[in-house]
């Protein structure tokens, strides 16, 4: 990890630490192998290409765990004040990039655990283009039971049944290069009981124990569109 983004990261974590009501219960973030994002053709990519409002999805930390990139075309809220179901608290650092605008989330919902499958996705990001009188703009609307998230600031409930935020993806943005990498998650995670879940479900897209190999290296990039055959509008 760049030493610019590790300090951001210790940073908000520091502060958390600070406050002495979130002091038992602080989360810090979990590292695990640093991969870097790449496009179908597994060229590095670029945070200048991600286009504003797109839902792109790649896979971390486990081959079979599908996550949110997004370019959310304006700068997030900075050190986000978050609480798991578990009454665990911490703080969402913010956005990556030049603008602080790119941000990363595990795309299964907190509430059921609905996920984007190679078949069918009830979740997305919807911009002002793509929202409807159910679902906010800008915001991230699960269609399974209504959850909606702010993806701006640490993707807080905004409504609906979930119990927590998304599990937020730890990016890193290099400079020099305008390459992304994942590095870490923050928040509650979920992934041992999406594993149970949806065991067969995994095994049949991605085959046995590949769902839960973990990442490393590189990790593709693609949109939704293109991912998954249908998305579910609410």
Not at 41 to 66: C, S, V
Not at 163 to 187: C, F, W
Request: glycine content about 6%; aromatic content about 10%; charged content about 20%.
């Amino acid at each position: 990890m760049q030493r610019r983004e590790f300090i951001r990261i210790c940073a908000a974590t520091a502060a958390i630490s600070a406050q002495p009501a979130f002091s038992a219960a602080e989360m810090k973030p979990r590292f695990y192998a640093r991969a870097q994002l790449v496009d179908d053709r597994k060229r590095p990519l670029k945070a200048a290409k991600l286009a504003a409002g797109e839902n792109y999805i790649f896979h971390y930390p486990f081959e079979g765990t599908p996550c949110f990139l997004l370019n959310l075309g304006r700068p997030t809220v900075q050190n986000v004040a978050l609480k798991t179901e578990a009454g665990g608290v911490y703080l969402w650092p913010g956005g990556v990039g030049t603008d602080r605008a790119i941000v990363g989330y595990s795309a299964i919902c907190a509430h059921r655990m609905s996920y984007p499958t190679p078949q069918i996705s009830f979740i997305s990001y919807r911009d002002r283009s793509t929202a409807s009188k159910i679902s906010r703009p800008n915001t991230i609307h699960c269609c399974s039971e209504h959850s909606e998230y702010d993806p701006a600031a640490g993707a807080r409930v905004l409504s609906g049944p979930a119990p927590q935020p998304l599990s937020a993806i730890l990016l890193e943005h290099d400079r020099a290069t305008d390459a992304l990498y994942a590095v870490g998650t923050l928040g509650g995670e979920m992934f041992n009981a999406f594993f149970d879940k949806f065991e067969f479900k995994l095994v049949l897209d991605y085959g046995a124990d590949q769902a839960r190999r973990r990442v490393s290296g590189q990790t593709p990039v693609t949109t939704l569109q293109s991912f998954c055959k249908q998305q579910v509008k609410c």
